[in-house]
Each structure stands twice: as C-alpha cells, then as structure tokens.
C-alpha cells in the first residue's frame, strides 16, 4: 500500500515566520510530488510541483525535495494571514494517479 | 470563465434515493477524476477517466457508476445511497496522466440523510 504522510496539525506560525510543511512518502519509485492548498469549504489548488532532488523556489513558497530519505517539504517564507489553510501532499507514485496525505492545518497568528 | 465546474453545489437526499452529480471542464484535458473527500478531509480518489476511457477504478462500492459521453465530461451516479456517502465529491481533470496537475472543480457536498 502505497502511503503519503504529513502531520494533520494544527501547525500555528507568528505571522512574518517561515512555515515549514513535511510529506514523507512510502515508494522510492515516486515520480512526481504536489502541493496544495486547501481553504475551507473551497476546492484544492495547486501550490507547486516538484519533480527532481532538491529545492523549487515561486515567490514566498519553496519545495524541497528528497528521494534518498522519501521526503517533500514546502516552506513558506514571510507568512501572512492568508496563507492559513490546509496544505495537501500529493505523490504520483507512477501508477496513473495521486495519492494524497491527510493535510496540515496551518494557522498564521497576527 | 470556470475551468472545472460541478452541479449541483449541495445536495441533501433521503438514504435509499438515487442522484447523480454532474461535471464539465473547459480546459481541453484529456484525463478526469472523481474524489470523494471525508468528513476528516482525506481527499481519495475514486475513478479516472482518459479520453472516455475507465483508467482507474479503486475499491469503491457499484453503486458508485461514473459516465464519460465525452472527454469533457465526467457524471456520477449513485444508486441506493446510503448515511456513509456523505461527503464532498470534487471532480478534478488533467492534461494527461503520468506528471500532469489536476485541477479541481468547486466539490458537491453531499449530504444523504
């Protein structure tokens, strides 16, 4: 059974802080590795994706991926209130579909 | 200028009834889903679609049956529903199947009383 795993939270972070968000996954055949964020009552959306060992850098949100030890991170730099959500992991683990975590409920103190 | 739509929004029914939802998506992707997501909000998927063509079909009672008429639409039907289908079903496509992001639709909240 192939398993995506993140910390359901609530994870509260002083806005203006980095948040940091983990996915560890089950299968080091995984090929591709989402992010997204979801409001409540509203649909996921796309944060970013991340294919290859290392960092992805968009504005104020970076993924850091690591295939040896099976783990996927997303930070985000200089949080905002807005940015209060949960945040999905999801793996193609190669199998024609996403397997999505749990999600991390992220919260921004003003 | 919705990209991936969904009727209806909400439904409330009685257990037993039959309904169906509905899903539209404006994008020209060939690949489309359906999750059904909990009341703990696990998102899991249910069925895809690629070009018409049934791709996935993960352990989901029969009373769930999907409908592809074209490549950009994808309906459910549920038969006989019962207390433990309350949830939000979001419908979601993608350009392919392998590496493609997928797009969501609004989820129809269902609640079967």
């Known amino acids: 059974q192939k398993e995506v795993e993140q910390n359901s939270g609530p994870l509260s972070v002083p806005e203006g802080a980095i948040a940091s968000l983990n996915c560890t996954y089950s299968?080091?055949?995984?090929?591709?590795f989402f992010w997204y964020r979801q409001y409540s009552g509203k649909s996921p959306e796309l944060i970013m994706f991340?294919?290859?060992?290392g960092d992805k850098e968009d504005g104020r949100f970076t993924a850091q991926l690591n295939k040896a030890s099976q783990y996927v991170s997303l930070l985000i730099r200089d949080s905002q209130p807005s940015d209060s959500a949960t945040y999905l992991c999801a793996v193609n683990f190669g199998n024609e579909k996403l397997t999505f975590g749990t999600g991390t409920r992220l919260t921004i103190i003003p | 200028d919705t990209a991936v739509s969904q009727t209806p929004k909400y439904l409330v029914t009685q257990m037993g009834n039959d309904k169906s939802i509905k899903c539209e998506q404006n994008?020209?992707?060939?690949?489309m889903y359906w999750y059904k997501q909990d009341s703990k909000k696990f998102l899991k998927i249910m069925f895809s679609?690629?070009?018409?063509?049934?791709?996935i079909n993960e352990t989901v009672p029969n009373r769930f049956s999907p409908k592809s008429p074209d490549k950009a639409h994808l309906n459910l039907h549920i038969n006989s529903l019962e207390l433990g289908d309350s949830a939000v079903y979001f419908c979601a496509s993608s350009r392919g199947l392998m590496r493609e992001t997928q797009y969501f639709g609004p989820g129809t909240r269902l609640l079967v009383l």
């Open positions: 991340i294919y290859s060992n």
């Open positions: 679609y690629n070009n018409k063509e049934l791709i």
């Open positions: 299968d080091r055949g995984s090929q591709s």
């Open positions: 994008l020209g992707h060939d690949t």
